[in-house]
């Protein structure tokens, strides 16, 4: 299987957001992560995207 790794603009954080849900959600019945009272898992570095200099958000 070949992946490939694309940047993102900052604008496409909420759509890297939703994908990373979906993401936490599907390994949360391996890994046990914790959800909040609405079930989302909140990805904790996400706010980090944009910041930084170094680092572009990708999307695969």
Do not use: C, W
């Amino acid at each position: 299987m070949e992946v490939e790794l694309k940047g993102i603009p900052v604008e496409k954080k909420e759509t890297l957001n939703n994908l990373l849900e979906k993401y936490n959600y599907e390994f949360s019945q391996y890994d046990q992560a914790p959800f909040d009272d609405e079930g989302l898992f909140h990805y904790p570095y996400l706010d980090n995207i944009g910041r930084r200099q170094a680092g572009t958000p990708a999307l695969s």
